[in-house]
């Protein structure tokens, strides 16, 4: 009984030697403590937004059918955690997001936004990473005279 | 010992499959985040400096400056702008454009008409502003519009110019060419000069009916004429400049009825001013025309007796007589 015992307590150790390891690593990546040395209380970050930025763009101005615009991002990570970029969504849209309506005649549907160039992963806090997305706008067949001498808003969205 | 190994097996089990399904601990947090930016875009620049000029009958000539800009126009296209509204002009159209900077419009009836010139590229374009008005009145001289000079007949000496038509009905008399120098048609008593002179008789009968608003008499020199019909019953006579001024109206229209003949003396000069054109300009005289030697004279002369046009002298205009018209190194240019 007693060496039945044992073995239980044996198994029952390992088990919550499991249940530390796992639950206790967890918990110790979930904490964003400082760097450095010493004591103290570490305490559950929260999860900061990222701040995106841009840039004037660059290439001459957009005309139907010709060369593209170039606007440089930078997403920063102003917290002191470690943030996860994994995503750069970016439209023709007011800057609250919404449908870009202010220019009648002229809307989303006469430009291109290309692919997001930029380097997706964890961007250490106080880091940041830079893009670059291209804008084109499309000849249609339609009367485009709207669009002339616009300026086309860019609503970036970082996740 | 079996049973030992079994349990102690069992535990490693779950301790490994635990370790497995937690999975790697994640090193960073996930976010979100939103930002603005623009792009601009370009502009298509309109043509300017639009003008419109009555170059011969029932035909206008349109020209423009080039779109300035950095974006250069695929082609032009011309709107002519009428009483009865906007119409394709000079046979362009959005689908079949222009390269060039000006074009004619022909096959005009009478009316005003202004144009526009429309830059395009692409899906865009761009309009000007309109050019200043023109006034086309060829009915009112109908087929004799064409004629430059027209008489029963025509003699020249030395090297007159004479820039539309030159016609002789009923004779056939035309008599210096060369060296005088018809840059028209010459119809020396054919079916078009007999049409012409019924044309210009019926402007004839049309422009003497028009009420008078001014009244002249005498010499005109010095005098300044303001837009009008005027109406002199005894000879007329012009010993140095006669000012027409349009008062800054391209289609302003000047109408001189004489009773009797009209004389200017050598070196004389008719000028006009502020819109005034020689192509709204118009003698209608029922009796001779003379000019002076050197003399530069506008308008059109519509005269029952002969025209005689002095040595050296110019005539922006027309001189159609329903007798002869006799000229000496003369430049006769259009109405315009």
């Known amino acids: 009984m007693s060496r039945v015992g044992s073995r239980s307590r044996g198994i029952a150790a390992i088990c919550v030697a499991t249940l530390i390891v796992v639950g206790g690593g967890g918990a110790a990546f979930a904490y964003w403590s400082s ?18 930025t841009s840039e004037a763009p660059t290439g001459g101005p957009l005309v139907p059918g010709g ?23 970016i439209t023709v849209a007011e800057s609250d997001g919404s449908a870009w309506v202010s220019v009648p005649g ?10 997001p160039v930029i380097t997706y992963g964890s961007v250490a806090g106080g880091d940041d990473v830079e893009g670059t997305v291209t804008v084109t706008m499309t000849n249609t067949a339609g009367d485009q005279d709207a669009c002339q001498g616009e300026a086309v808003p860019l609503y970036v969205v970082a996740s | 010992m079996l049973r030992r190994g079994v349990a102690w097996a069992a535990a490693t089990a779950v301790v490994v499959g635990m370790l497995v399904a937690a999975g790697p601990a994640s090193a960073y947090w996930h976010s979100g985040g939103t930002g603005v930016g623009s792009a601009t875009v370009g502009t298509l620049a309109p043509p300017t400096e639009v003008t419109a000029v009555s170059s011969q009958p029932g035909t206008v000539t349109v020209a423009w400056a080039a779109s300035g800009g950095a974006l250069t126009p695929e082609g032009y296209y011309v709107e002519r702008f009428a009483a ?62 064409a004629f430059s000079v027209l008489g029963t007949a025509v003699t020249t000496t030395g090297f007159t110019r004479v820039s539309g038509d030159l016609g002789t009905t009923p004779g056939a008399d035309v008599v210096g060419f060369p060296d005088g120098v018809v840059e028209g048609e010459i119809h020396a008593g054919d079916a078009t000069a007999a049409l012409a002179e019924l044309d210009r008789a019926a402007a004839f009968a049309d422009l003497s009916s028009r009420t008078e608003d001014y009244l002249l008499s005498g ?42 003949a009209i004389s200017t003396a050598a070196a004389s000069s008719v000028v006009l001013i502020d819109g005034a054109r020689a192509a709204n300009v ?33 005539l922006a205009g027309r001189a159609l007589s329903r007798d002869a018209v006799t000229m000496a190194d003369n430049l006769v240019t259009a109405a315009t």
């Open chain 2, 219 to 260: 010499d005109l020199i010095g005098q300044t004429l303001a837009p009008g019909v005027y109406y002199a019953g005894a000879a007329l006579g012009l010993t140095g400049i006669l000012t027409l001024d349009g008062g800054g109206d391209p289609d302003a229209l000047f109408i001189i009825r004489v009773d009797a």
């Open chain 1, 106 to 115: 002229c809307s989303e549907a006469d430009y291109v936004i290309g692919t």
């Open chain 2, 282 to 314: 118009y003698w209608v005289v029922d009796a001779a025309v003379t000019t002076g030697a050197l003399s530069s004279f506008s308008g059109t002369i519509i005269a029952q007796g002969a025209i005689t046009l002095g040595a050296g002298g110019q």
């Open chain 1, 35 to 52: 760097s450095g040395s010493g004591t103290g209380t570490a305490t559950t970050g929260t999860s900061a937004s990222f701040v995106v």
């Open chain 1, 67 to 89: 060369s593209s615009q170039s606007v440089a991002f930078t997403v920063a990570n102003p917290s002191t955690a470690t943030l996860d970029l994994s995503s750069l969504v």
């Open chain 2, 84 to 145: 009865d509204g906007t119409h394709p002009a000079c046979g362009t159209s959005p689908t079949s454009m222009l390269a060039g900077l000006s074009c004619d419009d022909a096959g005009l009836s009478d009316g005003t008409y202004d144009y526009r010139v429309v830059a395009v590229y692409r899906s865009w374009s761009a309009r000007s502003a309109s050019s200043a008005p023109v006034v086309l009145i060829t009915s009112l001289l109908g087929s004799a519009a």
